[in-house]
């Protein structure tokens, strides 16, 4: 399918005034794009740990919106008009100036498809479900995914660290619990080596059904594999259908962040000699993890390991 993009020139001053506005003329999502730096609440609540570098904020501010192709334009373009010379009596709203572009919804749904190919984490060979297996790489333990809008290829160093991890610390027959599963990647990985159960969770429900899907083109049951939409850390329906103390491997390959809420509520899940598997955590943020991890007694450090920028810690439950 089609879409007409259209962005409006204007102010970060007019940008909530803009986003009621379109609203109000039926434009059901819209993209703001500024310099203005995110407060300590937001970064907190999206649990971000590298920030962009943004040139000086100047008070400008591009708001877009998307139709498609066989809207009626001309009506809502010409209600966006009056209601941006409506505001310029309340607002300063800068140019005011729309343009228009054409995309399609393969340009961020498939595009990236082109740069994720079979590749292998030691002994383990991840393919994308869409490729064929490599020649040379059919004795290897293989992987399929699809991560769709989810997080989790295996190509990013963190999940890389997490999957040598799981080679060397999970058991047969382990229970597994994955904390933001994303695409499944490390659950499957985990039941692929011998687990007999992992249980995924993910705040997106989109990531959720992505796991689910993957978790079926590599042979895996729902039986096996559990699945739910919820936080962990402070949703007590999710901490209930989880269950206390009864997993060997906990794995999370998140953020910082949250890998230090995590050294609170991990522990419950887990069983006495329980190993916590963690990454995502940036070179810089990798003293704070530990200390996290230090001031709860429940917690041994084993060990840490790197790739380049990126650190995987590793703890076990007392």
């Known amino acids: 399918m089609k879409w007409k993009k259209y962005t409006i020139d204007t102010t970060t001053e007019a940008v909530d005034l803009i986003s009621s506005m379109l609203e109000e003329q039926g434009v059901e999502g819209i993209e703001i794009e500024d310099n203005v730096p995110l407060t300590e609440a937001e970064t907190k609540g999206m649990f971000i740990d590298i920030l962009p570098e943004l040139p000086p904020d100047e008070g400008k501010a591009r708001v877009s919106f998307y139709l498609e192709e066989d809207c009626d334009d001309a009506a ?14 309340f607002v300063d709203i800068g140019e005011g100036t729309i343009t228009c572009s054409e995309t399609e919804d393969k340009d961020w749904i498939n595009n990236w498809k082109q ?20 020649p040379e790489h059919r004795d290897k333990l293989m992987i399929e995914i699809d991560p769709g809008t989810a997080f989790g290829t295996g190509s990013h160093e963190t999940t890389q660290l997490c999957i040598r ?9 382990d229970r597994v619990l994955d904390i933001g599963t994303g695409s499944g990647i490390l659950a499957i990985t985990a039941l692929k080596l011998g687990a007999s159960y992992a249980f995924g969770t993910d705040l997106d429900e989109n990531a959720v059904t992505a796991a689910r899907e993957n978790a079926e083109v590599n042979g895996l049951t729902e039986e096996q594999f559990i699945l739910t939409a919820g ?31 995590l050294t609170g509520e991990a522990a419950s899940h887990l069983k006495k000699g329980g190993i ?10 990798e003293a704070d993890v530990k200390a996290a991890f230090a001031a709860n007694p429940q917690w041994e450090l084993l060990e840490t390991t790197y790739q380049n920028d990126w650190v995987s810690i590793i703890a076990r439950k007392r």
Not at 76 to 89: A, I, K, P, T, W
Not at 165 to 173: D, F, R, S, T, V
């Open 165 to 173: 991890q799981l080679q060397k610390y999970l058991k047969q027959g």
């Open 231 to 261: 936080n962990i850390i402070d949703d007590p329906a999710v901490k209930e259908q989880a269950g206390i103390e009864c997993f060997d491997v906990a794995v999370a390959n998140i953020l910082a962040p949250v890998i230090i809420l």
């Open 115 to 134: 740069y994720f190919h079979p590749f292998t984490v030691d002994e383990i060979l991840i393919k994308p479900t869409w490729e064929e297996v490599p």
């Open 276 to 285: 916590f598997i963690t990454s995502g955590i940036i070179n810089t943020k």
């Open 76 to 89: 809502v373009l010409s209600g966006v008009q009056d209601g941006l010379s409506e505001l310029r009596m």
